[in-house]
């Protein structure tokens, strides 16, 4: 019998609301990582999605060991979660997100968490944000930010009024300084990979289960948390603009 730890902070009421949330969670790199204490915090529905396969690059910041490489991702991820808390109900797709099928993604959920990377295209991350809001369901969109991490919590508006295309995370989060130096070197291909360190997917799985929490006491205002811990930075914000 797996005992959650959260006595004292969470109200009766609150634990039922948990226990039968349904969350689906589009992207299983930094999203394995949010899954998983999403897991240990007490969701026992789930519905992940991702079609890639794992690799030995995403050893070091996501859930998988070398055990699962060249699995692909959704199925890796049920494997572990099972592990964690065999009771939990996990749904697997191994397909992209599209238009066509945001919709059929999005069924029956309560929370859509969203990382899938931005790069090459938004379209599947504005397509699910689409579905969200018009069925009035909470958007989480949680990213990687060098050593840190941050979310939008969107329960009022679209993905897209506040981000459309790559470069509007610039004007929504706050870029470090240091991170700046580090994206022009990956687009200029003097680094390989996009960097996205252990402490960065923890975090944003910690910015996702606070954001939850918040959701559940009836947070009902678009907001942003960001974390750096090498900058000692803290931000969170109502959306206003």
Known sequence: MVVWRWE??????????????????????????????????????FRVCDFDKVEESNIGHQIFDTTYLGMNKAVATKE??????????????????????????????????????????????????EVAFQRNIPFLYPTDLGWGAGILVLVKSKLEKYISDVQDLARVFTIPPYLNVVISKFL?????????????????????????IRL??????????????????????????
């Open 216 to 241: 559940i006491r009836g947070e009902r205002k678009d907001f942003l948390l960001q974390i750096d811990p090498y900058e000692l930075n803290v931000v969170m914000r109502y959306l206003l603009f």
């Open 8 to 45: 004292g902070l969470l109200r009766s009421k609150e634990k039922c609301i948990i226990e039968n949330l349904q969350v689906a969670v589009a992207g299983l790199g930094m999203g394995s990582v949010v899954v998983e204490a999403l897991a240990r915090f007490g969701i026992e529905k």
């Open 80 to 129: 572990i979660l099972l592990r964690i808390n065999p009771k939990l109900s996990v749904e697997t797709w191994e397909e992209p997100i599209t238009k066509n099928n945001a919709e059929r993604f999005v069924e029956g959920m309560h929370i859509i968490i969203d990382c899938i990377d931005p790069t090459p295209s938004l379209e599947p991350s504005l397509a699910l944000s």
């Open 188 to 212: 200029d291909g003097t680094i390989h990979h996009y960097p996205q360190p252990i402490t960065s997917t923890l975090l944003a799985s910690v910015l996702v289960v606070t954001a939850l």
